[in-house]
């Protein structure tokens, strides 16, 4: 999931240097949502979305596109 969420976010353009420097924000945002660890049962739901509809229509990207909008995380662009 990790690498499809990045592949995503570069296609955005959102530089690299800014992603590698807050992937451990961004971790937190894919895979403890609310505190809490995703089960597999719901990361690999996530994962079918990803590959069947694509990353940029699945929640967790959708959760980093908020944090964005919210300020809640900040990413440089290229």
């Not at 990790?2 to 800014?18: Q, T």
């Not at 420097?21 to 961004?26: D, F």
């Not at 739901?45 to 944090?67: C, D, F, V, W």
């Amino acid at each position: 999931m990790e690498l499809k969420i990045e592949k995503a976010l570069r296609s955005d353009r959102f530089s690299e240097d800014s992603l590698m420097y807050k992937r451990h924000h961004i971790r937190g945002i894919l895979f403890y949502p609310n505190g809490k660890a995703l089960s597999l049962q719901t990361y690999t739901k996530h994962m079918n979305i990803m590959e069947n509809h694509g990353t940029h229509r699945s929640l967790p990207y959708q959760r980093l596109m908020e944090a964005l909008y919210n300020k809640e995380l900040e990413l440089d662009g290229i």
